[in-house]
């Protein structure tokens, strides 16, 4: 009887680690959403060791001043998303998500207004300058009337003692997918 409970326990608890495993599915919904609610710390619960390094680079792109906090919050504020299917192959997986943002139109006013104002995206040696561009960039498009258009984005993730994680070039699709370019 001993041993039997004794196994009995060990299946209980190979069993709920095994259900507790996240879907790819649910990793998607936990570096959206966070990302969307600028929860970078909670994002990189869903990234690998990589993509976490981007994140942090994002988070302190967006802490460094009010300025460049609100040209972050609005760019992920205006992304939508869903996520339409996912494949599994072992310990890999792929996710094809729809991402409603800006259109091609909308990224190029923004760029000519940079443009104008005489600053390079490319040039990262004045980010506040950038920061502070693209926020009245933003606010000039007036982003609540603005039509958003929809791309679809695969995304790669790995299996990590258990859990699904991103890759590390999941940030630079969601970017594409956001800013697209000609």
Not at 32 to 60: C, W
Not at 62 to 85: C, H, N, Q
Not at 144 to 155: A, G, N, W
Request: charged share 30%; net charge negative; hydrophobic share 40%.
């Amino acid at each position: 009887m001993k041993k039997f409970a004794i196994i009995a326990l060990a299946l209980l608890l190979i069993g709920c680690s095994f259900f507790q495993s996240n879907s790819p599915k649910e990793a998607a919904i936990t570096l959206m959403d966070s990302l969307s609610n600028m929860d970078f710390e909670k994002a990189k619960t869903a990234a690998d060791n990589a993509l976490q390094e981007k994140i942090s680079d994002l988070q302190q792109l967006a802490g460094r001043d009010p300025v460049s906090e609100t040209s972050v919050k609005s760019i992920l504020d205006f992304m939508d998303y869903e996520v339409l299917s996912e494949k599994i192959d072992g310990d890999t997986a792929s996710l094809r998500l729809k991402i409603s943002a800006f259109s091609e139109e909308t990224v190029e006013a923004i760029k000519l207004k940079m443009a104008l104002a005489g600053i390079s995206v490319s040039d990262d040696s004045d980010p506040h300058s950038i920061s502070e561009v693209l926020v009245e960039a933003l606010e000039e498009l007036d982003l609540d009337s603005l039509e958003k258009v929809s791309r679809e984005v695969e995304l790669k993730l790995k299996k990590i003692e258990g859990e699904w994680r991103f890759t590390e070039d999941t940030l630079t699709r969601i970017t594409e997918a956001l800013f697209p370019q000609e």
